[in-house]
């Protein structure tokens, strides 16, 4: 575990994910969540600007209500569609009128009527969407063998399940994707950046909105374990969809806990799931490269046994960003900037670090964010010593790196990438006794058979 694997030529297979880049297009062979529905909610609305891996866009939604995501700059004189007209089934560019639909084709060249051969030569940059409860899914990879059709979307459980069980939200961070997602791969820093320095309460979210109960409270087993053995034991297997992963902790004499967690190609992972909590809830991340060194996180608190009603909607926002959102700029990502960030040290509370917690700072999601961007935007991996607590990040960069040098030199996915039913599982918190196979034990739990939703959204499990 001394990271003499890692090279600064591996450092950059794993973090670069520009076009032509090893990892960028094994991420472009995958579905990825490019927006929020509601971020282009109104047909012939204003069109949004998105960076996804690297590449700059424009997305809106038609006439019909189909949603488009076009390259950013017109093919005539390179003019932004930012500006252009979304109006009659086509967004037209604002210099020269030129006019196109959400899959590329050039509906109208004002300067060129009636030369319908120079018409129809002419395309967009275009690539497929779909949108599925609240997520608009882009596709970037190769699209243009018409005899292939694209891969379904993966089966994540929270984006099959009726709208209202998830509670959706994205966050902007200044620093390489891959950073982001070895945070939440990491399975140590959980009872050190997130701790609490006393036992009033155990969820350490309860301080960030007083007089507050979390409604995704995790329940109190799982937070005083972590206190007691803050070092736990790490074992991780790979699986078709990536990776799976468990810490173990010594309840006492009889019992062992674990937090069995999953990492889904290309950059997605499941957490949380104490089955001993008032309802069972999980989260969903997917940590999506905006570019080299900007990620944005689209985020679900999923609950499968019944919605959210709005005010728990609400709290859960109000508990994973307590100081809001910065005011939205037109950038890509502009909306999704919070208000504690690097320019004020995340707000960090030192009377709050003295007394109460561990960094001072409010919410997981900000506590993750201050230590990730402050690793740089792109981490020197060269640089550091790696312990046995690190053996699922060390695992986690090799299956990419595998990944993305397979496909580059011999044109292969992992056979889980494109069989949807390879992505339904579920992460876990649960005691089990000494020296149980938790991989046996965990089995039906973590591989449930698909939900059966009613006519009102309920599980009819």
Not at 168 to 187: A, K
Not at 238 to 265: C, K, Q, V
Not at 397 to 421: C, F, I, Q, T
Request: aromatic share 8%; hydrophobic share 35%; with cysteine.
């Amino acid at each position: 575990m001394d990271g003499r694997w890692m090279t600064c030529e591996t450092n950059e297979l794993l973090t670069r994910v520009g076009p032509g880049t090893p990892m960028g297009e094994f991420l472009r062979r995958h579905w990825i969540p490019a927006l929020l529905s509601r971020e282009i909610a109104e047909p012939n609305g204003p069109p949004l600007r998105v960076r996804l891996l690297g590449e700059e866009l424009i997305a809106f939604r038609d006439s019909l209500d189909r949603v488009g995501l076009l390259e950013a700059h017109c093919p005539h004189r390179q003019a932004s569609l930012y500006f252009g007209r979304n109006e009659e089934g086509g967004l037209r560019c604002a210099y020269h009128g030129w006019k196109f639909t959400t899959s590329g084709e050039c509906l109208d060249i004002p300067a060129a009527c009636g030369n319908e051969a120079f018409r129809a030569r002419v395309r967009a940059q275009a690539y497929p969407c779909t949108e599925r409860n609240g997520v608009v899914w882009t596709f970037m990879g190769a699209t243009c063998d018409i005899e292939k059709p694209l891969p379904p979307l993966p089966d994540l459980e929270w984006n099959l399940a009726p709208v209202g069980h998830s509670v959706l939200w994205r966050q902007l961070r200044r620093c390489n994707w891959l950073q982001c997602l070895e945070g939440d791969v990491d399975q140590f820093h959980q009872a050190i950046l997130h701790s609490r320095l006393d036992d009033s309460h155990d969820d350490q979210q309860y301080v960030t909105v007083p007089g507050k109960t979390s409604p995704a409270h995790s329940g109190g087993e799982m937070f005083r374990t972590m206190r007691r053995q803050k070092t736990p034991e790490i074992d991780t297997r790979e699986m078709p969809y990536g990776l799976m992963y468990a810490s173990r902790r010594t309840t006492d004499e009889r019992r062992d806990y674990y937090r069995i967690r999953h990492f889904l190609f290309p950059f997605h992972t499941l957490v949380g799931g104490d089955i001993d909590a008032p309802e069972f809830v999980y989260n969903f991340k997917a940590w999506v490269p905006m570019d080299d060194t900007t990620t944005l996180v689209l985020e679900s608190q999923f609950r499968p046994g019944r919605p959210w009603t709005e005010s728990e909607a609400a709290q859960l926002m109000e508990l994973r960003n307590p100081f809001g959102f910065a005011p939205a700029t037109s950038e890509p990502g502009g909306a999704w900037r919070s208000r504690a960030d690097q320019s004020n040290d995340y707000l960090r509370d030192l009377e709050l670090q003295r007394s109460t917690l561990y960094c001072g700072i409010l919410s997981n999601p900000l506590q993750d964010t201050a230590v990730q961007e402050s690793m740089g935007p792109i981490v020197d991996r060269t640089r550091e010593h790696l312990c046995a607590a690190d053996a699922n990040i060390v695992r986690l960069r090799r299956r990419l790196a595998e990944a993305a040098l397979k496909l580059r030199d011999e044109g292969k996915l992992p056979v889980g990438a494109e069989n949807r039913a390879a992505y339904h599982c579920r992460p876990l918190g649960l005691q089990l006794a000494k020296g149980a196979d938790w991989v046996r034990e965990t089995e039906k739990r973590r591989n449930p058979e698909p939900c059966v939703w009613d006519e009102e959204g309920a599980n009819a499990e």
